[in-house]
Structure formats: structure tokens, C-alpha cells
């Protein structure tokens, strides 16, 4: 098929909307380029020819036209002309073919070299001749009429979510249920056996790591390296092509379209990692791949005393410029996109502070925020922000608005630090009850806290309690990269040697972590593959491994099936169960005349936790105590509770003998899960009031209250 013929001059055309907009006929072009002279659109035909034309027409910065004749699938770039003034912020170059920043679409990778560079060699301030036509990926001209056929997102309240984090192409590179064809693509995550897995785990949400299309910093390339995580971005309309079996012209996004369908389906939601704060062209050294070379000035902050260089809030070398009126436009134009277009049911907001400010200051009434709490589209999805940046003042945990949820570091840390006998009680009893002194305020709730353990960035639950340092040799800087050194974990036995019990500790470890993450109050987050003991053999920082160390192996051993069924059975529990899943912040108040509080800590003799025991720096046993409140009334007006609960937790090295609570709370209980099995067999005993119940050391037990 021609996708390019040569052009005639351009018509006028319209300013807006900003991109190429096809029709029957041909496409609109509308590029902003503040401050820049005159602007080229290039079709490229597929021998690698250009053709050029001028878009004569400029409105309010928006260079436009209407050129007949051109299809869909065509590929296209821009040249932008003006001044070449880097000292003062302009890095207007015409040799360099520049992405499409409205691209719904993009195919090719870059050819690294000194071409895809503005200026000469290490010298910023030397614009470079060479023209990069030949090097760069390629915009692609979209008007996918895709049938979605009923579609309607699942719509899932928050207090129900479990976000389950996954890669696109790590998830199903290994997996043999899924055709060797469509391995480690969106076709692959569509596929029925994919979709059973996740259905079965019991997960309400998929977060993919960024699908935004991105490129390969030059140093991995040089390195032999590539950009497995994504944070890199460069098209915020475009889904990544290499996750797309389809591949060119457009075919990724009817692919990432059928993969939301399928999800939507199964009802699964679909959160998106986005990555607004930089892009993937870098400081004054990096490429000019688009918006450097649109308008330098305008998309990004520089420095306030010298322009030339770049304002980096992020450590990635650039920081866009979210205040400013045009900025914000794409970035809402790109999210509405995504929500209306592509079916997706939120976001993830990666260093989400740096987008946040204005000027150099966190705001928390920023243009930015202020712009999505208005948004009809926007405020109606899962937002999520990672509430902190690299700059000064930009760790904001607990301090967004509402309409926002957060990624709890603080969960993060206290939970594994409460397991390895750390942690003190104090803090411990705010993270399980939903961190209240973090997002009680402004009408925010419990499930405003993303609860998690661990994240893409970091070790994976088996290796966290498995290695005390980390091995990022693969990575090429001497193991140097990545966070410190994991803290101690305990093998729960003095002097223990024997290799196959401090595996099963190990075990023991990670459904402890498991248990507590999946029975607080708030969202909780698992990470694809802790659910079966994924191991990256100590790597923590693997965002440049594309292969074994970062794919999910699926050949799986006995005690990863164990761990997989012991997942789902807490994933049930929460489900089927009110109390795991609250909605309010506890009030410490009884659920009914003569009942229980909602919420109650308990020592192990059974008493209410004192103040003197609250703060001992010592305690290591707890008892949280969740009373089940009305469900419903039968026909006859009796009222139905839920159950009600205690979780009994031992982080000490020795057992625990607890004292069972005596009533209001209960007057027997039965054990539904305990950690220290692999298997969750519920007991088929009862326990009354005042009977002691033994837990290992590093263990917890589960009882419903099936008696008041």
C-alpha cells in the first residue's frame, strides 16, 4: 500500500486540534512551537523519502494546515525553524526531524549516534548540521475506528481494589500458556489463560509500568543495555511499540485497545505508570528528539539563573514544565486520551510532586492539581500519585489533595521493619488501621493509602528476605546503583545451619509479609510475581535487565504453587469480608449497645493493650481486633452482621502463647490462616474465651470470631 504521495502546498487547515487528525480526504497538522519561525511537516514514504511542507498558516503559536492526500499509516515528522540561542533557552534546529508530540503512534527505534543531536560532540552551545531524518522513529498517522463493542469499565470502588503492578512484557515472556507469537506483548497480556491467572488470584487492577512510547537512553545503548521499566518517556499518546505483536503503521493501538477490552471483560481495570515529569531527552547533552527542538524554552523549566541548563527535579536531567498554560494542555489532552480513547481506568503518577510544582515550590493548589480536580473526565478515575521527587520539599506523603490516593512508603517501611522485631507498636497500629494520621484529613479515607511492601524499584518479596545486600553486578556500575543494603532479617532460630529450614523461614517471612499487606486496612499493591516467590537473584535496581533476571519464570516448584494458593486465600478473605476493606477510619467506638469497639489491640494476655505497652520499644506480640458491623437486615428485621476477626501477629523470636479475648469480643473462635503453614487449612476446632493459643516465632494467625 502508498502511504505517501507527494504533497501540494498546504490548505489553511485548523489550529486545533493539536496533532495530525486524519479524515477521508487527507490530515490536519497543528503544531505549537512557541517562538519558533517556521515549521515543516516531512512525510517519509517507505524508500526513505521526504517530502516537506510548509505550514505557512500560525495562530495563537500553533503552526497548521490541511494537506490532501495522505492515508492513514503514513509516516511523518516535523522541522522546526528559529533561533539557535542556547545561553538564552532556544534550541531551534531544522536538521533534526522531530517526533510529533500529539503522536498517536510511533515506529522505529533511534539510531544512536551524533545525528540525533542538536549540537556538536560535548558542546551544547555548537549546533550541530548533520540531519537526522535517517535516525529517528517515526510519527504515524492514526484513525483507528476500533469496535468496542459494549465496553464499560468495571468501575470498581476503591475500598474493593487490589492493584496487582506488571510489566507488559516480563509477565508474559516465559509463560507457555500464552502462543510463543504473542509473548511479551498486549496480545499476550489479553490472552484467556492470562486473564483466568489474574481472575483466579483474585485482583481487581492491573498498574502496568509505563506503556507511554520510550526510548533507550545512549548510555544503555552503549553499554549493551536497554530501558526494560519504561521511565523514558517520549510519545504521551502512543502506545510503546515493541510490546505490540502487530508492530507498525498503527497496529498497537487496536492491540492495546484488545487488551483493555479483555481485561474490562474479566472485570479487571487498567491503570497506566505515567511519567509526565521528564522526558527521555535529557539535560542540555541529551538528543533532540521533540520537544527540545518544538519549543526548549516553553516545554521545559530551566534554570532560573542560566537557561542553558535544565531545572531537574527528577535525576532524570529535564523536569516539564507542568505550569505552563500549553504544557498542561498536553498532559490533559494525553490523560483524557487515554481515559476516552483507550478505555484505561487510571493512573499512576510517577514523582508526582515534580509535576505538582509551581515555579520551584510543591503546591499543593498547583495548575496541575487544580486542573485534574476539576476535569469531568479525570476526576472521575483512579489517580495515584508517588508523592515525592529528588527536589527540596518534594516528599509530600499524606499531603495531597482529595481526589488522590498515595504510594505509602510509610506502610512500606513499617511493615518491614515490624517483621525483622524493629518496628514499634505505635506506628504499626496506625499503618494496619489505614494510616489516619496521614489522610484523615480533607475528607480523605483509609483507601486513600496504597499499602505495599514492594515495587518494580527495589527487591522482590523473596529476594527482600533472602539477601542482606544487594547483587546488581548485571548492571554494568560495579553494583553501585540501587538503595543500600537490605537490613538484617532473622532466621528465627538461634544458630540456625540447616539450609532447608532457613528456606522454609524464609517462606514463613514472606506470608507474613503477605498477610499483613493483605489484611490492613487500605489498597493494598502486589507486585507481579511475589504471589509465586519471583526471585531477581539480589537485583534491585533492574530497570536495565530485558531478560531472565526481570521476566517471570513460570516453570514453578510445589512450594510456589503453595504460595500462589496461599495468596488467593487471603485475596478471598478480603473480598469476602467488610471489615478488611473499610471504607471510614476506625472510630474505637462500639459497633452496637454492649458491643465491641470497631477497632481493638490486644497483649497477650488478653487484655487491652496499656499506654506503657503501646510505647515499649520492646513488644513484638499484638493482637488488632476487627468487629464485624451490619451487613443487612433478614426479612423478618433480625439484623446480619459481618464477621468479626483477630489477627494475632508474633514478630519476636520466640513463641507467643495469646490469651484469647473474652467477650464483648468473642466467645469462640476459630483459626481460618496461619502463616507458619504453608497450606491455609482452617482449623476445624473451635477456641473459647481465655484459652491460649500458640503462635511460632515470626508468625501470624487469623481467627474469626464465631461466637460473641
Known sequence: MTYVVPPAVAWPGSWEPLGVTADEGGVNVALWAEGAEQVEFCLIADDGSEYRVDLAESTFHVFHGYIPGVKVGAHYGFRVHGPWDPENGLRFNPNKLLLDPYAKAIDGAIEPGPAIFGHVDTDDLVMSDLDSGEAMPLSVVVRDEFDWEGDHPPNTRWSNTVIYEMHVKGFTKLNPDVPENLRGTYAGLAQ???????????????????????????????????????YNSIGYFAPHGAYSSEGTRGGQVREFKQMVKAMHDAGIEVILDVVYNHTAEGNQGGPTLSFRGVANQAYYKLGAEDPRYYADYTGCGNTLKASAPKVLQLIMDSLRYWVEEMHVDGFRFDLASALARSFHDVDMLSAFLTTMSQDPVLRKVKLIAEPWDIGSGGYQVGEFPPLWTEWNDKYRDCLRDWWRSEASVGELGWRLSGSADLYSSEGRQPYSSINFVTAHDGFTLRDLVTYQDKHNEANGEDNRDGNNSNRAWNSGVEGETDDQEI????????????????????????????????????????????????????????WQRDLFEFTRTLLRIRREHRVFRQRYFFEGQPVKEGGPEDLAWFAKDGEIMSGDEWNAGDTRAIGMYLAGKLRSRTAEGRPQHDSSFLLLMNAGMDPADFVLPQPPYGRLYRSILDSSKAIPTPALHEDAAGDVISLEPFAAVLLEVTKH
Do not use: K
Request: hydrophobic share 40%; aromatic share 10%; proline share 3%.
Open 192 to 230: 484467556p489463560a492470562v486473564v483466568d491467572y489474574l481472575r483466579r488470584l483474585g485482583v481487581t487492577a492491573v498498574e502496568l509500568l509505563p506503556i507511554h512510547h520510550f526510548i533507550d537512553e545512549m548510555f544503555l545503548l552503549e553499554q549493551g543495555f536497554n530501558n526494560y521499566w519504561g
Open 503 to 558: 528456606n522454609r523461614l524464609r517462606l514463613r517471612r514472606i506470608r507474613d509479609l503477605l498477610t499483613t499487606l493483605l489484611l490492613a486496612s487500605g489498597t493494598p499493591m502486589l507486585v507481579a510475581g511475589d504471589e509465586i516467590g519471583r526471585t531477581q537473584g539480589g537485583n534491585n535496581n533492574a530497570y536495565c535487565q530485558d531478560n531472565e533476571i526481570s521476566w517471570i519464570d513460570w516453570d514453578l516448584a510445589d
